[in-house]
């Protein structure tokens, strides 16, 4: 294909090959004739507005503007929820108890995504936090007590967990530790490792305190937290260490029992290292970082769309993009027309206004929308982006060192990153383009996505996710794979195990995430929309 016209991998820089371009600095380049404004959409054939049967009704209920449907359990014992189909799974560990201004270690998170059949349930664990007079918990799987003294240590936090009936665990958050009545704490220790005090995997204590001074926290039994040290001797005029988190996965160490001059907070949770399947990731929290939160279960998964365009048979369909400030999103078709779908019983996403408009060509190739609401760009098979706005017409932003091919139908989608400040151009052999919009610092270069060289199966592309200066998201190809790009909190985006495939059919046309890149939606040729969960952030 055009052997001449090599594209640019993923992350490379952009240079002027032969038969590349790149728009100057500045340029809001338009390099078809000057669209007509649309006065209608190309015609819809066998248009209808699908009901999602599973949609219910939601009398009495007030409705939030949100792409998601989250179900939370928050300190409470074991619950089961149903989970079918793609979702994404959080859990957050319980933080440790504080003593005074001397904060308890966090818990710690986890965050997977997942596609079950209809039927299944979760068992839920939602841990909850330490008590700060050291006192122990109810909960089956709880932190230690803080140990006795002139001033107690405080508690250690609960577990957050999810599992399968009959198949066990799938995620796991240890707890923080309880912040001591002096003396540092450690931090829990990662994956199945005890947490620091512990002794073998499962058992997470406090940490120990100097010779002389009483231990931070004893061993505890398997998914216990090991309670707080003291001086049996002279429990009166002893500082009690803090409870370790739970002793599961990561819990967090309590802190030291020595003297008040050195108060320490407690060992935040270890990172979680179980899950039955990829595409998930884990986060450790630090020591001393407790605000006293419960720990929490969150079951996310997509709001169903209600209402929508849609063209049996005609593969016509050319991008989707989300509304950040609410729900619902437009479609739009290979001519430029902007087509609206909603979300559950959500509003209807605001009116473009003074989109462009390209009757009878098949030229556009992906259209994204600014997370801050503003409006939006449609991109044309060239590289060129074409802004409209939402409900009153506003100036075009500025846009430079993006990438065009002049004459050669090559870009396959456009999405913006979460500040509004930039976005990323997918050409079809996957090479993705940093872009700037007004005159902000370039996007990183990308790094870690799918290439194939000469090989025009890239499809959309998304970037959800942002840390610092990290950026990341998923490609998708023409048969509806996904695949990770990019880094979020220091290491390489998780693969996604949900969403649709259609194996040696090439009909998928393009992704969009939704906000901490937890679900989004990919859309066929003909305008069907459907809902994938990604490992985004919690």
Known sequence: MRGSRRGVAAGAAIVALAGWWVAPAGAAVAPHPAPRLARGTIPLRSFRDRQDARTASRVGQAVVASPYVVTTETCTNVDLVPAPGPTSLLVYGADGGDVGSVKGGGGSAGVASVDWPAGLHLITLAGCAGSSTGAPQSNP??????????VNGAGGGSC?????????DVLIAGGGGGAGAGGAGNAGGDGDAAGAGGVSAGQAGGGSGPTGGTPGGGNGAVKLGGAGGQDQANPSTTFGGGGGGCGLHGGGGGGFGTTPSTPGGGGGGGESALAIEDGWFAIGAGSGHGTKSNGRADIVQVKPVTSGPYWNGWDIVRGVASYWQGSGGYIVDGWGGLHAFRQGSDLAPPAAIAAPYWPGWDIVRGVALMPDGTGGFVLDGWGGLHW????????????SQGPYWAGWDIARGVTITPDSKGGYVLDGFGGIHPFTINGNPMPPAATGGPYSDGVDIARGVSAPLQTGPE?????ADSFGALYPWGQVLGG???PT???????????????????????????DGYGGLHPFASPGLP
């Open 141 to 150: 799987w709880p932190g230690g007590a803080g140990g006795a003294g002139s």
């Open 160 to 168: 957050s967990a999810m599992a399968i009936p009959g198949l066990g």
């Open 388 to 399: 409209f706005s939402f409900n009153t017409a506003t100036p075009a932003p500025t846009l």
């Open 471 to 475: 950026r990341g998201g998923w490609v």
């Open 492 to 494: 390489p985006v998780s």
């Open 497 to 523: 195990k949900s969403g649709p495939y259609w194996p040696n059919f090439e009909i998928a046309r393009g992704i969009t995430s939704f906000p901490n890149g937890l679900a989004g939606l990919e859309v």
